[in-house]
């Protein structure tokens, strides 16, 4: 310690000090070394057997801007998901035909998910696709309606045989479940590019402390407290800043007079709904894909608990929560620093606690969260698919 202040007050002295990075622990190193490298490689979906497939994302691209997959015609999946917009909508909550009682996340490095919803209804991309279509208050349509659009339009048509090995089925519902499987092979390419963290972090693994000061001083503060005193990184872990699970943030959960059960009710959806991977669309013949979805069980502390979202691009996707409750990313750390830990409700909920922050403090943790913010989209990259006809 002695050392380490005589060497800062010699840099100090010498001006240099600006220049250098701050001096990392080397758990401190481990600990932002695991939130990457970025972007991380692509694994095909088992459960979904046109993941991957050229024609397939083609097809979901295609239809992720099709109005006519909603009873008026008139909203899209990317009415909500709005590309420029980081692939969120800027609302507190979703509009589709009717008012929705959550925010619409974005679906950038949706495929990083393990389960699907703020309340995790959904245990796979393809299934999650499917329930905006049917959803009334969403897009209100039908498994007919989505049919009769895929077999009646020549390009979906052509597509859809090339992505599945066939024309769409005579059955209304497997041609939904193809419409949705092609929309997810979409969604699986939308990765967001790389940020200063990154480089810095590469930096870091690299040993490479000049690259390494060019990462600014208050994001490196700020670094310290997401992986230090603020514990963030428990439940903000990952390449994605999510470890995939659900936790309770003393975020109120009433909605219009009700309550919005998070968790509890999603595992209830979950179980009921006929496309689940236990049900017969999911595509992985070994059953391997199909075991957290058997595991998983409803208990009393699900009840409150809402997924844990990552952090990459947050600067773009204001409000945030489940609920859109708060318009800022300084709203969001003022939340931790004074959080009301009356409001934690779920049983054995024992890592957050009020961190009461310095205002520098938390300005510095803005200054990392932003940090996060893709340079350029990667997006940039995207081939424009060759034209299908029969
Ligand atoms: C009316 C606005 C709206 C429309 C239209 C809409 N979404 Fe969403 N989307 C949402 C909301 C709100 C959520 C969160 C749902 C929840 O937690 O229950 C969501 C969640 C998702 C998720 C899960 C993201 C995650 O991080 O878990 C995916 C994937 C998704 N939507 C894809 C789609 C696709 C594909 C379409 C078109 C077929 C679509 N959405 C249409 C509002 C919308
Ligand atoms: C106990 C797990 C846990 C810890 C620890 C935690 N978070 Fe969260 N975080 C969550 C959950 C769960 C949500 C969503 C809560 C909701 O919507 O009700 C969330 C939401 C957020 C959001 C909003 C993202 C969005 O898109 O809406 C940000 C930003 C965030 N956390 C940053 C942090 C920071 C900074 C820290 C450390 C001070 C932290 N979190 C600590 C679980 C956690």
Redesign the pocket.
């Known amino acids: 310690m002695i050392a380490r202040t005589a060497v800062l007050a010699l840099l100090l002295a010498t001006g240099v000090a600006a220049a250098q990075g701050l001096d990392w622990s080397a758990d401190e190193v481990r600990a932002v070394l695991r939130h990457g490298p970025w972007p991380p490689p692509m694994r095909p979906d088992p459960s979904n057997r046109v993941s991957g497939k050229r024609d397939a994302i083609a097809l979901g691209e295609k239809l992720?801007f099709e109005p006519r997959?909603s009873r008026d015609g008139r909203?899209?999946?990317a009415?909500?998901?709005v590309p420029y917009r980081g692939w969120q909508?800027g609302r507190a909550r979703?509009?589709?035909l009717a008012e929705?009682d959550?925010?619409?996340?974005s679906?950038l490095n949706?495929r990083m998910?393990r389960w699907?919803?703020?309340?995790g209804?959904?245990d796979s991309?393809w299934a999650?696709?499917l329930r905006?279509?049917l959803d009334a208050r969403?897009?209100g349509a039908s498994a007919a309606q989505a049919a009769a659009l895929v077999r009646g339009d020549a390009e979906y048509g052509c597509r859809y045989r090339r992505s599945f090995g066939m024309a769409p089925e005579a059955d209304d519902e497997a041609v939904l479940v193809g419409v949705a499987k092609a929309?997810a092979a979409f969604?699986e390419t939308l990765v967001s590019g790389r940020s200063a963290f990154d480089d810095f972090r590469d930096a870091l693994a690299r040993g490479d402390a000049a690259a390494a000061a060019r990462y600014p001083r208050a994001a490196q503060r700020g670094l310290r407290l997401f992986v230090g005193k603020g514990a963030c990184n428990a439940c903000h872990l990952g390449p994605a800043f999510s470890n995939g699970e659900f936790h309770d943030t003393g975020v109120p959960f009433f909605i219009r007079g009700g309550v919005d059960p998070g968790r509890h009710g999603g595992i209830r959806r979950l179980q009921a709904s006929a496309y689940n991977l236990l049900g017969r669309y999911n595509d992985d013949r070994s059953g391997a894909a199909a075991t957290r979805t058997r595991h998983v069980a409803l208990e009393h502390r699900n009840f409150g608990e809402f997924?844990v979202p990552g952090l990459r691009n947050a600067a773009l996707t204001a409000p945030y929560m489940?609920n859109g409750s708060l318009a800022t990313l300084a709203d969001v750390v003022r939340h931790y620093s004074e959080l009301d830990v009356e409001r934690l409700h779920a049983d054995g909920e024992a890592i957050l606690k009020p961190l009461r922050l310095t205002p520098q403090d938390s300005a510095d943790l803005v200054a990392f969260l932003e940090s996060l913010t893709e340079r350029e989209s990667a997006l940039g990259e995207r081939q424009a698919a060759l034209p299908c006809s029969p």
């Open positions: 992720f997959l909203l899209l999946c009415s909500c998901h909508d979703a509009l589709g929705v959550r925010n619409t996340p679906v949706v998910q699907f919803g703020w309340d209804a959904g991309l999650q696709s905006p279509i969403e897009m929309l969604q997924k489940h």
